[in-house]
């Protein structure tokens, strides 16, 4: 089991698993409604009418659309981090490289599964400057999360001699920086690239390097 896991918690009553679902269903809703309106120019009555409830009811779990939608950034956040703990513990005692690839394919789907929200989402930071509060820290917290994940990997890649281990430290940052910079052009360039195309190009590049291969 993954050390990260909260099963050890106390089971939620019936009310408050209700209304988090309910909450997820709201926030399905309004990545669906911003997706196709836009960040600036979906509105609360908009999304309630996606959802089937009253405006009311809406403001019942977010104060204003921009309440919701840090929480919408934060839950899919959290998801990626869940699918990552998935992978992770689903792949153990399979190879260093295998088990990298199942990491870099989690991250690159869950890109492409919220593409359009993501890519608008980035648009607006450019348009009107870098996110600030808790936005911010909450998107950094998450990327400090997959960095301890791709780390805590590195120490098999070491182990299995497929990294050295003189520059483990600087892993993390090098192949998130390039996963994220890939991203970052198919988000800014509103075109998604295939997976696996992604997925050989960041491998080879990281574990081989960027020089020609020898004849």
Request: net charge negative; with cysteine.
């Amino acid at each position: 089991m993954s050390p990260r896991s909260t099963s050890g918690s106390k089971p939620q009553t019936l009310r408050a698993r209700l209304k988090e679902e309910a909450r997820a269903t709201i926030l399905d809703a309004a990545e669906q409604v911003l997706a196709e309106q836009g960040l600036h120019a979906a509105r609360m009555d908009d999304i309630a009418a996606r959802v089937g409830v009253s405006v009311g009811t809406l403001y019942n779990y977010f104060q204003d659309r921009q309440q919701l939608l840090e929480a919408l950034r934060d839950v899919r956040g959290r998801e990626l981090l869940a699918m990552l703990d998935t992978e992770l513990e689903r792949s153990q005692g399979q190879p260093y490289h295998a088990r990298l690839h199942g990491l870099i394919r989690c991250i690159l789907e869950h890109a492409q599964l919220h593409f359009r929200l993501f890519s608008l989402m980035l648009e607006d930071v450019m348009q009107h400057g870098v996110a600030k509060g808790q936005d911010l820290n909450d998107h950094q917290a998450h990327w400090r999360e997959i960095s301890r994940r791709v780390e805590d990997l590195g120490h098999q890649g070491v182990e299995e001699g497929a990294l050295r281990p003189e520059d483990a430290r600087h892993y993390p940052t090098l192949l998130l920086g390039m996963v994220r910079e890939l991203l970052f052009r198919q988000l800014t360039e509103k075109q998604p690239e295939p997976i696996d195309t992604l997925i050989s190009l960041l491998l080879r590049c990281f574990l081989e390097g960027a020089a020609p291969r020898p004849g």
